[in-house]
T-cell receptor, first 116, second 119 residues
Framework: DAGVIQSPRHEVTEMGQEVTLRCKPI?????LFWYRQTMMRGLELLIY????????DSGMPEDRFSAKMPNASFSTLKIQPSEPRDSAVYFC??????????????FGPGTRLTVL | AQKVTQAQTEISVVEKEDVTLDCVYE???????LFWYKQPPSGELVFLIR??????QNEISGRYSWNFQKSTSSFNFTITASQVVDSAVYFC????????????????FGRGTQLTVWP
């Protein structure tokens, strides 16, 4: 079975440009999570969706970040405009959530973003 | 306050040594879940194990074993007869849950322990 798919795997952009990261969760999973990993802050949750609805976006740094999940098989994380401090590895994860469900989060390979 | 603490930032061992990675967590919930993930040099996060707060039985999977002790809020991970391929960053994580046992979604990660196994 295919795992979580993320694209691109690497992105290098210049400050001020728009960046869009993409994620395809595991088929049948109803929850999707976006995490960011940096040396300074470690792994932190940005936002998560349950049944395509954003449930907790308290980790989204600021208005420059936005996330959407138009359907059960696709999500985007957009940064506009990007800044050097956004440089990090962005992970997408998915799980099956609900009563008596496993809810183990399986992670994609990550997107390494570098903003110059 | 940090919900998950991994006090060991780096550990180095020689192949075939046993090594234990410590994890201490903090929560007020009676129902919660604990996880370990492995991040090899290639960068992906690999799920290793999930335990719920009502199951304190130790678990063994091959060379891996986990010791869950609610009395000390610890969920330690031991690798027996370590191998070079075990070199990675290991993360402990906590997920809190509602009264029905459904997780609240957010995973709180520790800062990770970098394990290096030398040949």
């Amino acid at each position: 079975d295919a795992g979580v798919i993320q694209s691109p795997r690497h992105e290098v952009t210049e400050m001020g440009q728009e960046v869009t990261l993409r994620c395809k969760p595991i088929s049948g999973h109803n929850s999707l999570f976006w995490y960011r990993q940096t040396m300074m802050r470690g792994l932190e949750l940005l936002i998560y969706f349950n049944n395509n609805v954003p449930i907790d976006d308290s980790g989204m740094p600021e208005d420059r970040f936005s996330a959407k999940m138009p359907n059960a098989s696709f999500s985007t994380l957009k940064i506009q405009p990007s800044e050097p401090r956004d440089s990090a590895v962005y992970f997408c994860a998915s799980s099956v959530r609900g009563y008596r469900k496993s809810d183990t989060q399986y992670f994609g390979p990550g997107t390494r973003l570098t903003v110059l | 306050a940090q919900k998950v603490t991994q006090a060991q930032t780096e550990i180095s061992v020689v192949e075939k040594e046993d090594v234990t990675l410590d994890c201490v967590y903090e929560t007020r919930d009676t129902t919660y879940y604990l996880f370990w993930y492995k991040q090899p040099p290639s960068g992906e996060l690999v799920f290793l194990i999930r335990r719920n707060s009502f199951d304190e039985q130790n678990e063994i999977s091959g060379r891996y074993s986990w010791n869950f002790q609610k009395s000390t809020s610890s969920f330690n991970f031991t690798i027996t007869a370590s191998q070079v391929v075990d070199s990675a960053v290991y993360f402990c994580a906590l997920s809190e849950a509602d009264d029905r046992g459904s997780t609240l979604g957010r995973l709180y990660f520790g800062r990770g322990t970098q394990l290096t196994v030398w040949p």
